[in-house]
């Protein structure tokens, strides 16, 4: 259902690494660039349907590098660790604003409950996943 509610101003501040919407009613809302990247509507973060979603992990310092219009229905946002494919619609953006705190509880949730991180890894280091090692059994020669 579109609401039709298109933001008047959209501002980034870079330094905090936020992004404001102000609308005609001057309400505004302000959304992390981590927020918006981890909830990015691009098909590598959403998947292809239900239950294909991909977790994504260490997006705590990510930032916005540019803002693209898409037509009179969107933005696309181009962020420093190169995703850009995500088309954040006028109605996708409001749905955000207005669920922000569940969404950000239900991601660190899913973060903790798949012992992972917002912190990104070290530079040149990649993340495996490791089976819990089993007890050693003792053995007789």
């Not at 990247?37 to 292809?48: D, M």
Request: net charge neutral; proline share 5%; hydrophobic share 35%.
């Amino acid at each position: 259902m579109s609401t039709n509610k298109v933001p008047v101003e959209i501002k980034l501040h870079k330094k905090s690494a936020m992004l404001e919407l102000v609308y005609s009613d001057n309400t505004s809302y302000r959304l992390s660039a981590e927020f918006l990247r981890v909830h990015s509507p691009s098909a590598e973060v959403r998947g292809h349907g239900t239950g294909q979603e991909t977790l994504q992990v260490g997006k705590k310092f990510v930032n916005i590098l540019a803002i693209e219009p898409v037509g009179n229905y969107a933005i696309k946002l181009v962020y420093d660790d190169h995703h850009d494919s995500g088309i954040y619609s006028w109605d996708y953006l409001l749905e955000l604003c207005a669920n922000h705190d569940r969404l950000l509880n239900d991601y660190l949730n899913k973060l903790k409950a798949s012992n992972s991180s917002r912190e990104p890894l070290p530079p040149g280091t990649q993340a495996v996943n490791i089976m819990p090692l089993a007890s050693k059994e003792k053995t007789s020669d």
